[in-house]
T-cell receptor, first 113, second 116 residues
Framework: NAGVTQTPKFRILKIGQSMTLQCAQD?????MYWYRQDPGMGLKLIYY???????DKGEVPNGYNVSRSTTEDFPLRLELAAPSQTSVYFC????????????FGSGTRLTVV | AQSVAQPEDQVNVAEGNPLTVKCTYS??????LFWYVQYPNRGLQFLLK??????LVKGSYGFEAEFNKSQTSFHLKKPSALVSDSALYFC??????????????FGTGTQLKVEL
């Protein structure tokens, strides 16, 4: 049982480049989330999805896009990378929305130079 | 919107001593509160939650948390700290998503360092 798998683990991007952060879960969870973690700032919600085909913006969506074509996958797309997007990105999933069933991936550390 | 605050960036404690990591909350209605732990280069792991009932909640790895409504606090505690407890701890509160359903809103985190 892999849980939530994120790839890549590390990436360095140049300003203006684009990339997709992959997230997959094998628990048949309906809810999936993308958070970014910045030092001293906690985790901020970027986008979320309550099921296949349904996505919505979180607190800090600018510069990102998502899709949810299947229950398992929830990729996060960065277009025109900027230094402000240097962060650690976490994908999480949960069956329902009560918070305790969050399973987190191990994170992607992204540096934009 | 619901929020939580963690007033300490770092807590240092000697192994074997009791530890407390503080969290206060601001919510409308009844709070659903959580503690998560993050070890280096790992994702967050669930420790415990308070939804209703007993004010003392027991969780994983010997941790417990005390819900105090009058002080709007939800402090994490452990009677005897271990070096292996050294990690980043996040308090969180359940908040509503505008499109329906819920999400977690996290505090800024407290780094716990347990020394020999």
């Amino acid at each position: 049982n892999a849980g939530v798998t994120q790839t890549p683990k590390f990436r360095i991007l140049k300003i203006g480049q684009s990339m997709t952060l992959q997230c997959a879960q094998d628990m048949n969870h309906n809810y999936m989330y993308w958070y970014r973690q910045d030092p001293g700032m906690g985790l901020k919600l970027i986008y979320y999805s309550v099921g296949a085909g349904i996505t919505d913006k979180g607190e800090v969506p600018n510069g990102y896009n998502v899709s949810r074509s299947t229950t398992e996958d929830f990729p996060l797309r960065l277009e025109l990378a900027a230094p402000s997007q240097t962060s650690v990105y976490f994908c999480a999933s949960s069956r329902g929305g009560d918070g305790s069933g969050y399973t987190f991936g191990s994170g992607t550390r992204l540096t934009v130079v | 919107a619901q929020s939580v605050a963690q007033p300490e960036d770092q807590v240092n404690v000697a192994e074997g001593n009791p530890l407390t990591v503080k969290c206060t909350y601001s919510v409308s209605g009844n709070p659903y509160l959580f503690w998560y732990v993050q070890y280096p280069n790992r994702g967050l792991q669930f420790l415990l939650k308070y939804i209703t009932g007993d004010n003392l909640v027991k969780g994983s790895y010997g941790f417990e948390a005390e819900f105090n409504k009058s002080q709007t606090s939800f402090h994490l505690k452990k009677p005897s700290a271990l070096v292996s407890d050294s990690a980043l701890y996040f308090c969180a509160v359940r908040d509503q998503l505008k499109g329906g359903g819920n999400k977690l809103t996290f505090g800024t985190g407290t780094q716990l360092k347990v020394e020999l």
